[in-house]
């Protein structure tokens, strides 16, 4: 069912919960420019995954488009035993 004009909520993005699932997305990309990629991300200690999504976040900012209800990137490294210390 797609929303119609009287559905208030229409045109929205649901509200994103603290643990909702992230999307997967399948991406071809050329092998050179894989390989530059993941070298890159090698040198700042992220994924090639990581770098991607941190490029993309990068763009969708400087250009306005960045979705104020984007949840921030996790922080890197292991979760931390106390995370309200």
Excluded: C, H
Aim: glycine share 10%.
């Amino acid at each position: 069912m797609t929303p119609g004009p009287e559905d208030p909520g229409a045109g929205r993005p649901a509200p994103r919960t603290a643990r909702q699932a992230r999307k997967q997305v399948l991406l071809r990309l050329d092998p050179q420019v894989y390989d530059a990629l993941a070298r890159w991300a090698g040198e700042e200690l992220r994924s090639a995954n990581a770098q991607i999504e941190f490029l993309l976040r990068r763009a969708l900012s400087e250009t306005g488009r960045l979705p104020g209800g984007a949840a921030p990137i996790p922080p890197r490294g292991r979760p931390r035993i106390n995370p309200d210390a």
